[in-house]
């Protein structure tokens, strides 16, 4: 079979892991890996904290309430949905377009639709202008096909979560075909964990924590279950 869908078969949830170091090479692999996944208008909306050294670890683990994945792992990752990075982004993208040499023409159409990306994407003082947006998308609705942008804090988080977990996925997969398992958990505390690692509770919000490292041979792995295809999935 092919090495993507040997790496995406073979892929569990490891609960126990056994020391092992993971070399500088090998976390820019996987973290690459990670930022290569689609995104919304590009946006890459989120930030992957890594946590290697030994403190910072079991620190972080505990704040994943000692689950034996955080507590084994040789690195967590920290996956964030981040509702403010818009405008570094723009900025970078515009800095490479620039120094790659785009059309004028190409540069100033990225500018402007950053622009009406922005003001789509501003809920706007106590969500006035999410009302605003609100009615008229719906307005809008009623004689053309059209999509609802994000309006909430909520939604907007929604609408960053959808990326940044398809980068995890990416993550995931990437370890595995490097060698390395991976564990993801929910099972945090949010507030605690975004409070030690600096997040701001207007922009961030935690995702999910990634464990990595190599299976401990002591582990045996329970057997995998999935819905069958025709309970998932429906053909019209
Ligand atoms: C969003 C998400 C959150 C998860 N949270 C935890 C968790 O907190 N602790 C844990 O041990 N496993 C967690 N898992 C792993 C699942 O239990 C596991 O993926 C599932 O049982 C299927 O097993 P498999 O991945 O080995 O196929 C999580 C998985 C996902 C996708």
């Given at each position: 079979?092919n090495d993507?869908l040997?790496?995406i ?13 993971i070399s ?6 996987i973290?690459n ?11 890459q909306p989120y930030?992957?904290y890594w946590v290697?050294?030994?403190a910072?670890?079991a620190?972080?683990?505990?704040l994943?309430m ?10 967590l990752?920290?996956a964030?949905a981040?509702i403010g990075?818009?405008?570094?982004t723009?900025q970078g993208q ?5 120094k790659s040499?785009?059309?004028?023409a190409?540069?100033?159409d990225y500018?402007?639709?950053a622009?009406?990306?922005r003001?789509?994407f501003?809920p706007?003082?106590?969500g006035?202008f999410?009302?605003i ?5 719906w ?12 309006l ?5 988080f929604k ?5 940044t977990?398809l ?12 060698g390395v398992?991976t564990?993801p958990?929910?099972?945090f505390?949010g507030r605690?964990?975004?409070?030690y690692?600096g997040?701001?509770?207007r922009y961030?919000?935690?995702v ?7 299976k401990s041979?002591?582990y045996?792995?329970?057997p995998?279950?999935?819905?069958p295809?025709?309970m998932t999935?429906t053909?019209?």
């Open positions: 079979m993507i040997d790496a078969f073979q892929r569990r949830a490891v609960k126990v892991f056994e020391p092992v170091e500088q090479g090998l976390r820019e692999q973290l890996a990670a930022r290569h996944a689609p995104s919304s208008f590009n946006a930030k992957l290697g050294s030994a910072e670890k620190a972080v683990a505990k994943c000692g689950q034996s994945p955080a507590e084994t792992a040789s690195a990752v920290v964030v981040d990075s818009g405008p570094a723009t515009l800095e490479w377009m620039r040499n785009f059309a004028e190409k540069i100033r500018e402007r639709t622009k009406i990306g003001i789509l501003m706007g003082p106590l006035i999410a009302a947006k609100r009615a008229l998308f307005l809008m609705n009623l004689w053309m096909t059209i999509g609802m942008p994000p909430s804090r909520q939604d907007f609408w960053a979560t959808k990326s977990s980068a995890c996925q990416n993550l995931m997969i990437a370890a595995e075909a490097l398992n564990c958990m929910e099972g505390d605690r964990l975004s409070q690692l997040l701001s509770h961030h919000e935690i999910m924590v990634i464990a990595i490292g190599k041979p002591a045996v792995q329970p995998q279950w999935r819905r295809l025709d999935v053909v019209l």
